[in-house]
């Protein structure tokens, strides 16, 4: 039975690559189910966030950065986030206030004038520039798109994130709960664990290693009576030349992976872990459809 003046609906986060949606999606949810980097195109698939108030239910999807593909696995990125856009009741259009407009603002412009469903422009990274460039920044792409709502904020400060949450829940209708009010993800924990690896990876390795990664879960089980869970994942690199950087001078890159993914999941599962990671190099795995599969890139499901 749905609570009287409840609301609840589904929104779309979308825009280039990097331009902070993960940033804005875990500041949200208040808790991190998405990877964060200041690389371009960290986020492969639908995060679904669940926001739960008293008043009202919103589930967050958060998708890849639009972007020219350059492989099978950019082809998947892409196709997922054009698909969000037609399955939502609201999409947040989030741009970068510090880089301005670009050409992939323009591919995400047309492809929204070509639905129905309303849209918010967000203007994130506020913070990084002064308020007498937002003014012009807002007529720009005001000029560029129709909208609903033009909300400005920082999403790494939480400025004005407050008041776009009040706006979508004022535009969301009535609906009912579709998730328990303590759920944060639809996704399992062992997928939001191989992210948090991998977001390590991406921060440590910096330059060295471009998105050619992904983590695979192997093995994910619970010991009770120690209250351990144990892990075994594996880090899969294009080249062996990846594999040496990961590892680093006797190991030690490898074990600061592991010692900062261990407290990242430590965090979400409430639990002492024992994370063993390995490395393995299959070439060219983001071209070859068996290993987008295998490693969790099912565009089937979309």
Aim: proline share 4%; no cysteine.
């Amino acid at each position: 039975m749905n609570k009287t003046g409840f609301k609840s609906g589904f929104v779309s986060i979308i825009g280039r690559p990097n331009v902070g949606k993960s940033t804005l999606l875990n500041h949200i949810i208040g808790q991190k189910i998405a990877i964060m980097s200041d690389k371009p195109q960290t986020t492969r698939n639908k995060i679904q966030g669940v926001y739960t108030t008293e008043d009202a239910q919103v589930v967050f999807i958060d998708t890849p950065g639009i972007h020219k593909p350059k492989h099978r696995l950019g082809d998947f990125m892409t196709k997922i986030a054009q698909q969000t856009l037609r399955e939502v009741d609201l999409i947040l259009f989030v741009v970068n206030a510090e880089e301005g407009y670009g050409r992939g603002d323009q591919f995400i412009i047309d492809k929204l004038e070509q639905i129905d469903q309303p849209v918010f422009l967000v203007i994130n990274k506020i913070d990084t520039i002064t308020p007498d460039k937002l003014f012009p920044l807002i007529e720009f792409y005001s000029s560029k798109i129709n909208v609903q709502e033009v909300i400005p904020i920082s999403a790494l400060q939480g400025n004005n994130v407050n008041t776009l949450m009040t706006q979508i829940t004022n535009y969301l209708e009535e609906g009912p709960q579709y998730y328990p009010e303590d759920q944060v993800t639809d996704h399992p924990e062992r997928f939001i664990a191989g992210e948090l690896i991998r977001e390590k990876v991406l921060h440590l390795t910096r330059e060295e290693v471009p998105h050619s990664i992904a983590v695979v879960i192997e093995e994910m089980k619970t010991r009770e009576e120690r209250n351990v869970v144990f892990i075994h994942a594996t880090v899969i690199v294009e080249r062996k030349s990846q594999k040496g950087i990961i590892i680093g001078k006797q190991g030690s890159m490898l074990k600061e992976i592991g010692k900062r993914a261990r407290t990242d999941i430590e965090n979400l599962l409430g639990s002492k872990v024992f994370l063993e990671l390995f490395v393995k190099v299959q070439n060219d795995w983001r071209n070859k459809l068996s290993n987008l599969k295998e490693f969790g890139f099912n565009e089937d499901e979309y």
